[in-house]
């Protein structure tokens, strides 16, 4: 036998976890602001009542697209992602949106 040696693996780098010490941790709970009615102060329903209420509500129109057809009863197609009343005005004889039924057009 001969005298060969292993090779070592390094151990991993577990980090530590540094914890503030007791007087670090009572100082920082001391610099922490406290909330006091002098320095919040009472809420009145006037104060309260004055706010201008500048709420804007968000409206959006969704527009319904389908496949117009050139006959009724939805054969022979015209045109694809087109709104019924744009059906219409290309001369369109029905209109269906995907996933519905067909739509005669007057």
């Avoid at 693996?9 to 007791?22: F, L």
């Avoid at 197609?77 to 039924?101: F, Y």
Wanted: aromatic share 4%; with cysteine.
């Amino acid at each position: 036998m001969s005298n060969v040696r292993k090779p070592r693996m390094p151990r991993p780098r577990i980090p530590k976890i540094k914890k503030p010490s007791i007087s670090n941790a009572k100082r920082l709970r001391k610099k922490l602001p406290t909330l006091s009615v002098k320095r919040v102060g009472v809420k009145t329903k006037a104060t309260v009542a004055a706010k201008p209420a500048n709420k804007k509500k968000h409206t959006t129109t969704r527009r319904h697209v389908g496949t117009c057809y050139f006959q009724s009863g939805c054969r022979y197609i015209l045109a694809k992602d087109v709104s019924k009343t744009q059906c219409k005005k290309m001369g369109g004889k029905s209109w269906k949106i995907q996933g519905g039924k067909c739509e005669l057009i007057e």
